[in-house]
């Protein structure tokens, strides 16, 4: 198997350059931990006292620490220990709004969940929601065993602007220049950073999932809300306010359901959850809003859950070869429960690709915890930009 790339490190000037090369060192600690100094040297092409040095500030820091090794048998010398990610001492909430509910989730830092709950919104405003998830992060980081939260993660569907911490507008639970970060920085006291949940999910399998060892990456997220983003080179295009990813207008070839805007198979109506439900109960299928009732219909062996989902991979599969017409990325990874959970769905959704780029499409690694990782991985995209920022952080 070859070896996963790391970021090369570009020579900027200071303190860009410190930073950009404390990255490249966490990351070759992230993906080949435990890992020798000379080997991080070698992946990101600083010098083995640059590495030091860096090595050293981040065990400061606590991100990484000294491998344990057995002790040599025969020979003389101090042996050349390995280091590797301290993933015991942080770790960083998350929280994620969907339509019916919100996720709250504590990561740590690899990336895998540590604990999460959800709680139904049931005609909840914003300002209620936020609080209740504060609140349920305060739960639970009370049973975490003495873990450091070192940050916040907050992910959503729509327009939410990264840099100005807010959801500009959700339309469909009525989110409207929400000013996230303030409310939920102002209630902690931890730093808050906000993003797209496509963009969060890109950023979660670039780092820890099934796009490590791609240099291009396009996540196409299919909920209740459908939405992608892209990646290349390690950077994921925002566009102006963070707008890049608004897809859910895109005409759909063989679409057949009535969207809001007043034309006929705009993608998210074809392929939302809420039309997946609707059509669930009008066969008889499942009652309900949950898409994984009919999955677990499908399991048990009901053809009309089958066909429906099914049928949602096949259109989901039309809607990444437009997108793969358009961005040709080395790596396309899709959140859908069919082909999360299904083997016939993920065939249909390949087979509708259709040629070789199909196999360049993979299901979401993050299948029982998509929603819980979403939220934390916009807090440790930043972390692993700026692996020196925790200083301001923890102290």
């Known amino acids: 198997m070859a070896s996963t790339p790391t970021p090369s490190v570009t020579r900027v000037a200071d303190p860009d350059r410190r930073r950009t090369n404390a990255s490249g060192v966490l990351r070759s600690v992230l993906e080949h931990g435990p890992v020798a100094r000379s080997t991080i040297a070698r992946l990101t092409g600083l010098s083995?006292?640059?590495?030091?040095?860096?090595?050293a500030?981040?065990?400061?820091?606590?991100?990484?620490?000294?491998?344990?090794v057995a002790p040599r048998a025969k020979g003389a010398g101090r042996p050349h220990v390995p280091v590797e990610l301290d993933d015991r001492r942080f770790v960083v909430g998350g929280v994620h709004l969907a339509v019916p509910y919100t996720t709250v989730s504590l990561l740590d830092l690899r990336g895998r969940v540590v604990t999460q709950r959800r709680f139904a919104h049931a005609g909840a405003g914003p300002a209620q929601v936020l609080e209740r998830a504060v609140d349920g992060l305060g739960a639970l980081l009370s049973g975490a065993g003495g873990a450091t939260p070192l940050r916040i993660g907050f992910a959503a569907g729509g327009w939410v602007d990264r840099d100005g911490g807010t959801v500009v507008e959700h339309p469909l639970p009525g989110w409207r220049?929400?000013?996230?970060?303030?409310?939920?920085?102002?209630?902690?006291?931890?730093?808050?950073?906000?993003d797209g949940h496509a963009r969060a999910l890109v950023n979660a399998e670039r780092l820890f999932g099934r796009a490590r060892d791609s240099r291009s990456v396009?996540?196409?997220?299919?909920?209740?809300?459908?939405?992608?983003?892209?990646?290349?080179n390690d950077e994921v295009h925002h566009g102006p306010r963070s707008q890049a990813g608004t897809i859910a207008h895109l005409p759909l070839p063989g679409g057949t359901e009535p969207c809001g805007c007043g034309r006929t198979g705009c993608l998210e109506a074809e392929l939302s959850e809420r039309t997946l439900c609707r059509r669930a109960r009008a066969a008889g299928v499942a009652d309900g809003v949950d898409p994984m009732r009919v999955v677990a219909a499908a399991g048990a062996g009901d053809p009309a859950a089958v066909r429906l989902l099914v049928e949602r991979s096949r259109l989901t599969g039309r809607a990444v070869g437009l997108l793969l017409d358009v961005l040709n990325p080395e790596t396309v990874v899709v959140t859908e429960v069919g082909a999360m959970y299904r083997q016939d769905c993920l065939a249909a959704l390949r087979s509708s690709v259709g040629g070789l780029r199909a196999q360049a499409v993979v299901p979401t690694g993050f299948t029982d915890s998509v929603l819980a990782v979403a939220g934390g991985a916009v807090a440790l995209d930043v972390l692993y930009r700026d692996p020196l920022g925790v200083s301001h952080d923890v102290h």
């Open 48 to 55: 083995p006292a640059s590495v030091s040095e860096h090595c």
């Open 57 to 68: 500030r981040l065990t400061g820091l606590g991100l990484i620490r000294e491998a344990t």
């Open 177 to 194: 220049d929400v000013p996230v970060r303030d409310v939920i920085g102002a209630r902690t006291g931890l730093p808050v950073h906000v």
């Open 218 to 232: 396009l996540e196409l997220f299919v909920g209740n809300v459908v939405d992608a983003a892209f990646a290349t």
